[in-house]
């Protein structure tokens, strides 16, 4: 069945998000059926992109590979309407035009996705212009930018809506191989029994990336490394690492039991954290040239429950690194006995999480030949082309059609984001100092020799 009718409300509708992400994800969501049978799409920000026209031609530039029926579809439902915190009447004027073409049943989707220092008072704006009403208002990530803005963000969001309207979006969330975890470890009696301190020896979850700033310098200025990936990004990856079983998978246990982990993390310590910025940072566009921004961030993280104590969770993401990969490792303790020669690799249980997800276990065989000798041997699944009728979606593309469903499951609750701020606080009321590191490389040297036994990718 189609979601009900909608108007979408997409902030930020000029901005890279929405370019790279939002309107493809919809133009995809559109060619396989699954968009409401009506919808009207109205962009939104504070400078005008020209007339309608103009702006459907420049969504159109970020559709190019996109079906052509489906693309004319969606961009016949689509305009612009300029807005600001200070004033949405136009915004809201259009909405309600919007709605009366669609009939009594339309429902609204807001998408801000706009700088966390902006955020509060666009919300302001939605709630005095009544353009909350009947709405699921969709807010992108970092939520606030410490655990007391953040707070104060979610006090400012209940003025105006209800819990079950806020969809807290962090697109990881959405990732395919995110969501696998869930089935790896839950259904497979081969992992869960496996699954803690016994037999894992530590964690590690590293989302290097080639990429530089991409035109986004004043959005990474106030931000940084450690709020745009690590408080929302690797945060919930540790979060879904770490939680005891939710028995069910209705959006409160889910969340509770993801929740219960991250309350349990320790206060990221200084000593176990490394801040770097990449040479040349400074030079980027919008970039403070003695910026002490840090563009990079490893860190040892402990998850005090039964399950994890003392297992060390390695962190690492950064700019302009060596690889882009986003991989989860949990690497096993080494065998009991050793009944073989050689020396045996640690079962490294490897999560890649693309959009064509991967999985591969390192194992100790015997090497055939005559003698009884270890040797490595990689298990490799390809988890889009080992299994039938599948169907994988984009994450924006996935959680985009949740909102129009109504299903929070995956988004996040404001307990999260506040357990995740407190883990953080340390390090950013007091941070580690930002060294320097080359582009193309992994990092500064400190991060590298972070986990006693080196990481899992690069070298
Ligand atoms: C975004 C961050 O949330 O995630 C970016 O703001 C980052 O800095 C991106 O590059 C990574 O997402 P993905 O899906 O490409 O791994």
Redesign the pocket.
Known sequence: PHPPPHVLVLFGATGDLAKRKLFPGLAKLQAAGRLPEDYRVIGSGRHSPGTDDEFRDQVREALEDLDDEAVDALLERTSFQTSSADDGSDLAEAVRAAEEELGDDARRLVYLSVPPAAMQDMIAMLGREGITERARLVVE?PFGLDLESSQRLDAALKDVVDEDQVFRI???LG?EAVQNILALRFSNRLFEPAWDRESVAEVQID?P?T?GM?G?GS??EA?GCLR??VS??LGQLLGFVAMEDPHTLDEQALRDAKVAALEALRPFDKEHAVFGQYAGYRDEDDVDEDSDVETFVALTAYVDTDRWRDVPFHLRTG?KLAE?R?TVTLRFRPPESQLLDGEPVPNDLVLE?TDDPEMSVELNAKRPGPDLVLAPATMTVDLVEEIEDAEPLE?YERLLLDVLRGDQTLFTRADEVDALWRACQPLLDDPPEVQPYDAGSWGPQAAVDLPERGWRLGG
């Open positions: 990530k962090d697109h990881f990732k989302v990336e990429l991409e986004r959005f990474y931000t745009d990936m929302t990004h700019k882009t986003r999480l994450a």
